[in-house]
């Protein structure tokens, strides 16, 4: 079974500070992967995913980047944070094929002072 | 774009009754799944369903993949405070589309009181 890591678990950064969040993946090979944000404990919106290395799609416009230099290794990037960047971010991962599981990660929860 | 309309937003109930939770879209879904949050963790994929009228279980956890593809169905016998979390249900509608994206509902609080 695959297993999702992800760190921080926690990060307090000042507004205009850049951010890296890494997300690595065990247990599976040629994963799609997938960048969440999550305000308030409720709702995810995706705001990356990617299906292979160097192949990245962004969902919304925003202030945030996304890169896969490995197979199983997704990270999360800013160059300035806003304050509005605060929230809990997940890193999932999915099978290519006609299984649509996706596994969540624990987590990074995020807050720009 | 696609989605999900999920209720009850929230639910307080007493330990040992009965929990029903459900979704529905105004699209075919090929695909629905369902997850449990706690807090400050991650989702956990709780039940997979993949055709239409499927009921499946997995322990006190039963869902159903609505027959006409657009909603479905989670329900929870006997709650224990364990339960308490968030519920989400998740649909996908395009076979094969690129990155096999899920459409997430917005969740259940689930609160158990023992």
């Known amino acids: 079974s695959q297993t999702i890591h992800q760190w921080p678990a926690t990060l307090v950064q000042p507004v205009g500070s850049p951010l890296s969040l890494e997300c690595t993946v065990e247990?599976?090979?040629?994963?799609?992967l997938y960048w969440y944000r999550q305000a308030a404990g409720r709702g995810l919106q995706l705001l990356f995913y990617?299906?292979?290395?160097?192949?990245i799609s962004s969902e919304v416009p925003q202030n945030l980047s996304a890169s896969r230099p490995q197979d199983r290794q997704f990270i999360l990037s800013s160059k300035k944070l806003l304050l509005s960047d605060s929230g809990f971010y997940l890193c999932?991962?999915?099978?290519?094929?006609?299984?649509?599981?996706?596994?969540f990660g624990p987590g990074t929860r995020l807050t720009v002072t | 774009g696609q989605q999900l309309n999920q209720s009850p937003q929230s639910m307080f109930i007493q330990e040992g009754e009965d929990v029903s939770m459900n979704c529905t879209s105004s699209s075919i879904f090929n695909t629905w799944l369902w997850y449990k949050q706690e807090p400050g963790e991650g989702p956990v994929l709780l039940i997979a369903?993949?055709?239409?009228?499927e009921l499946t279980s997995n322990g006190r956890l039963t869902a159903q993949f609505g027959i006409t593809r657009k909603d479905s169905f989670l329900n929870i016998s006997a709650s224990i405070p364990s339960d308490v979390g968030i519920y989400f249900c998740?649909?996908?509608?395009?076979?094969?589309?690129?990155?096999?994206?899920?459409?997430f509902g917005e969740g259940t609080q689930l609160t158990v009181n023992p």
């Open positions: 990617s299906v292979g290395i160097g192949q």
């Open positions: 369903l993949y055709k239409a009228g």
């Open positions: 247990g599976t090979s040629n994963p799609n």
């Open positions: 999932a991962s999915g099978k290519q094929s006609y299984s649509y599981e996706q596994y």
């Open positions: 998740a649909g996908q509608s395009k076979p094969g589309a690129s990155g096999s994206r899920l459409t």
